[in-house]
């Protein structure tokens, strides 16, 4: 019988699969006998089976192009992806330590900047971001939590170890298609979930809605937490009517809201006005409010940010967050952590070239061919020099690109992503994987049993991004025999 | 608690379900009396595109008034609004964005029947396979209403669908009316009109679904008058104007600040309740349904006053709140 995996070519790097040798893993030796009782044809049976649950649950995303914005259907591969749940121990707690200390770090910037002063950010790194907002000045907030959704990506390099690759802390999504996953997962493959165990993770909107009640400011016994989203043309929706439906509170819309002359936010009923406590807010800072930001935003509330300020009304993720979020401060990031929690960071950074600093930039403009290079603030993986891929052209657009602003750029060294056996037209292949975990921070502090595991389709491909021609798998975290 | 977004949405997702199953119900019953009646009646498949006052829509877009473009405008044309394919399409909208106040299956169960038409529109083009597409979409539509009303409570959410759904049954059992009317008035070939009036009426009740409990409630054999009667003003038929009407009233009666929708509903019960004798085929009863469909429209104008899009002094709504 050919089976899934028995001509499976483990390629160059890291297969967090099977070795070299072609033995399995620690972590996926239940998964491979598991895949080695059904013969590819079974497996790819099942792929179209998967397929066939996601259109029936029209799970799907949105893609903007030029000819107009199309609805697809979320892209999955079947074989899923296994981490052990000792080593995941161990990154959870890098992931909370992490999002700690950068929460520490927004309040302090807003308020007494102890970290510029101490020299250990330059100042003019967090006055040069755009996403740093006067406007929330003097603001403390309860717990600290400020990123209180946090959706870090991580990676694994050549020799399997964990480093995050970005600090997702404005508005992170992916965490629907997660849970979706799981759920398709659990009905194509029953078998698996049977003889292996494999920690659970759909407590994920009970976890989000305890800690959305738990950051709101006043001390209403209940408080009313409602999901705000930009609206059904917006890509990530579909999550946001998901968490609103799984967590029992009302999705609204900027129009559903208004802000009265006593500062607080209410919500337009049937029969009058509600007071809102919480807005776990899917819009960008940028459009929340046009009286404080953008003046010729629709989406936002008039208004909300003074009702904020007043703290009659808890929003998450806070406004303002951003300045936490920008690939120039992720390369401070360990010594941010040292400087708030004196503590050793858990999970490393990927080593990061400042384009601002002179001799990093340098060094970048000499060795293009070799590096990633990042525009400071874009996400969705637009905007992006592979230097190894690129073409000669795109490499001298990029050093034009960088020498007219530098503050806009870094580099990192091109990692040699992991890769997991997945499911491509001529059979079961490797391809490069990334890892969204989500991470909240309220009273207290929860990481995700996995997360979204996110993969190139094409071969050789370290674009992971749905909206680029990435797919997605299901992410185990398995507990070992007799452990 | 209910945002009155939510609540527009939830009345105009009901009322598109309930639409698609009627459209549907309609093509299928016009097709079997085309089958049925004599060609020297005349009932043609235009007759579709009046009754669904399309005819506008129709004559810029289509020339020949045959089966094939009549059916088509009614059921696949995508971009006649108030085709099958486009209400199905904004059901699914509305669910789509209503879904944190529906069961997760009222998704699964739209995004199904939309899919499968939209992937066998062809259908529709072939007799045969139109029926059978059809009657899979009207049990597709039963599923939906049924699941809702197995599986809701009976909150402010359900009661906008419902009352989205009996607007929306009301105006089409007013119009399906108009449809036998429109048969009786032949004037040539009075004797044709005789002969098969009872296989109209017959059909009429059919399409709808209702013939047996027509038989049960009604012993004389069948005619457009008692029909008539039956559709109108039944208090135990859930397709008669009078009892959507009745039960529009009970709903509005527990709905917050209701005051303008009750009395517009009222009166349409007070026309319902004139109860006027009046022959199949007059003019007087297509006058009297047109009188009811605009007591129908004036109460949909009354729930976008009170609910949908009210004037909100928000100053001092919120001291009420407060």
Known sequence: ?483 | MLLSRVAERLYWLARYIERVENTARLSKIHSQLMFDLPKSVKLNWYTLVEITSNEDYFDEHYDARTEKNCMWMLLGDRNNSASLISSLWWARENIRTTRDSLPREAWVYINEIYLYVKDNLDDLQVRSRRNALLEKVIRACQAISGMLMGTMSDNAAFRFLMMGQLIERADMTSRILDVGGYFAAQEYNPEEVEQYGSILWANILKSIGIYFMYRQAVQIEINGNSVIEFLVYDDKQFRSIKYCADKMHELANILPNSREVLKVIRQLQDLIDQTPEMEAGSTSLHDYLDALQLEISAIHNACYRTWFYPEVEAVSGMQSVQ
């Not at chain 1, 607080?264 to 509600?274: A, F, P, T």
């Open chain 1, 1 to 483: 019988m050919r089976t899934a995996l028995n001509e499976y070519k483990v390629g160059t790097g890291y297969d967090e699969v099977l070795s070299n040798s072609g033995q399995p893993t620690a972590a996926a030796s239940e998964l491979v006998s598991h895949l080695n009782t059904l013969s590819l044809s079974e497996v790819k049976e099942l792929q179209k089976n998967a397929e066939a649950t996601i259109a029936q649950l029209g799970i799907s995303f949105t893609v903007y192009s030029d000819e107009g914005n199309i609805d697809r259907l979320w892209p999955f591969d079947l074989l899923p992806r296994v981490i052990d749940e000792e080593e995941w121990k161990q990154v959870s707690e890098g992931l909370k330590q992490r999002l700690k200390a950068l929460n520490l770090f927004i309040e302090d910037i807003y308020n007494d900047q102890e970290i510029l002063k101490a020299g250990i950010v330059p100042s003019e790194i967090i006055l040069s971001s755009k996403d740093y907002r006067p406007e929330c000045a003097g603001m403390k907030l309860k717990h600290h939590s400020w990123a209180c959704i946090c959706g870090t990506d991580l990676v694994r390099d050549g020799s399997g170890n964990f480093y995050v690759l970005e600090d997702n802390l404005r508005v992170p999504s992916g965490v629907s298609y997660m849970l979706e996953n799981r759920a398709v997962m659990k009905s194509v493959m029953p078998d698996a979930f049977r003889d292996i165990s494999i920690l659970p993770m759909n407590q994920y909107p009970y976890e989000l809605l305890s800690m959305l009640r738990s950051i709101c400011p006043t001390d209403t016994p209940q408080p009313e937490v409602v999901v705000l989203t930009p609206g059904i043309f917006n890509s990530a929706y579909y999550e946001h009517a998901f968490l609103a439906h799984e967590m029992g509170v009302e999705l609204v819309e900027g129009g559903d809201l208004v802000v009265g002359d006593d500062d607080c936010v209410y919500m337009r009923n049937i029969d009058g006005l509600q007071k809102v406590d919480v807005i776990y807010r899917r819009i960008d800072d940028a459009f929340i409010d046009p009286d404080a930001f953008n003046p010729d935003s629709v989406l936002g509330i008039p208004g909300l940010i003074r009702a904020w300020k007043a703290g009659n009304v808890g929003i998450a993720n806070a406004p303002g967050c951003g300045v936490a979020d920008d690939k120039v401060l992720y390369a401070y990031v360990p010594d941010i952590i040292r400087f708030y929690l004196n503590e050793e960071p858990l999970l490393p950074n990927v080593p990061t070239y400042l384009c601002s600093r002179e001799e990093d930039r340098e060094y970048v403009l000499a060795h293009l061919e070799e590096l990633v290079v990042k525009p400071a603030n874009e996400s969705g993986g637009y905007g992006l020099l592979i230097g190894p891929k690129a073409s000669q052209e795109e490499i001298e657009q990029f050093r034009q690109l960088i020498k007219d602003n530098p503050r806009n750029y870094v580099a990192q060294p091109t990692l040699c992503l992991s890769t997991v056996p997945t499911l491509c037209d001529e059979g079961v292949e490797p391809r490069h994987v990334d890892l969204r975990p989500f991470i909240l921070q309220g009273s207290k502090s929860y990481v995700t049993a996995g997360g979204l595991t996110r993969v190139a389709l094409v071969r050789g491909s370290l674009v992971v991004n749905s909206s680029q021609g990435g797919g997605s798998k299901d992410t185990w975290i398995v507990k070992k025999e007799g452990a």
